[in-house]
T-cell receptor, first 112, second 113 residues
Framework: KAGVTQTPRYLIKTRGQQVTLSCSPISGHRSVSWYQQTPGQGLQFLFEYFSETQRNKGNFPGRFSGRQFSNSRSEMNVSTLELGDSALYLC???????????FGSGTRLTVV | GESVGLHLPTLSVQEGDNSIINCAYSNSASDYFIWYKQESGKGPQFIIDIRSNMDKRQGQRVTVLLNKTVKHLSLQIAATQPGDSAVYFCAEILNTGFQKLVFGTGTRLLVSP
């Protein structure tokens, strides 16, 4: 059974640009969550999608957005990148209903 | 508020010792807790979970204890091995009907041979 796949693994962007990250959940998992991990703030919840609907959102500015497709694949977008957006972005999928989450290896975003 | 805290940022142990990693949580509405292990360059990996109707759960070499009275979780690793070296996070799922993991800041476990 394939795990959670995140692409790309590494990304370097310039301040002011936008970026789109992709996540393919485990087959059959309908819940996809996104987290930002930085040394200073740890793992911070961004948002969670279930059946193409955003169910929950963390305390991030509107520059951070996401969506989920009918096949449960999810994308997150960050517009007008800032240096502070440099982080490891992690995606996790779950079957739902307070079951465990499986994480991908993440996308390492560096903003220069 | 939502916060899950860890008492020690770094724990150094000798190979073969037992390790105990502690975690405090603040939301009494949380009813499900998970311990994750994160190795360098990888995403968090599920180790063990426990629901609030239990106070202890055992896995292979790992045990999680839950004390709801003082809102405290611990992860015990028996016969710690160098391969156990990683950052360990506790996480709680808030009982809001929505799935949201709230993570602690992490404890780095260093195992010396």
């Amino acid at each position: 059974k394939a795990g959670v796949t995140q692409t790309p693994r590494y990304l370097i962007k310039t301040r002011g640009q936008q970026v789109t990250l992709s996540c393919s959940p485990i087959s059959g998992h309908r819940s996809v969550s996104w987290y930002q991990q930085t040394p200073g703030q740890g793992l911070q919840f961004l948002f969670e999608y279930f059946s193409e609907t955003q169910r929950n959102k963390g305390n991030f500015p509107g520059r951070f957005s996401g969506r989920q497709f009918s096949n449960s694949r999810s994308e997150m977008n960050v517009s007008t990148l800032e240096l502070g957006d440099s982080a490891l972005y992690l995606c996790a999928s779950s079957p739902g209903a307070r079951n465990g989450y499986t994480f991908g290896s993440g996308t390492r975003l560096t903003v220069v | 508020g939502e916060s899950v805290g860890l008492h020690l940022p770094t724990l150094s142990v000798q190979e073969g010792d037992n390790s105990i990693i502690n975690c405090a949580y603040s939301n009494s509405a949380s009813d499900y807790f998970i311990w994750y292990k994160q190795e360098s360059g990888k995403g968090p990996q599920f180790i063990i979970d426990i629901r609030s109707n239990m106070d202890k759960r055992q896995g292979q070499r790992v045990t999680v204890l839950l004390n709801k009275t003082v809102k405290h979780l611990s992860l015990q690793i028996a016969a710690t091995q160098p391969g156990d070296s990683a950052v360990y996070f506790c996480a709680e799922i808030l009982n809001t009907g929505f799935q949201k993991l709230v993570f602690g800041t992490g404890t780095r476990l260093l195992v010396s041979p």
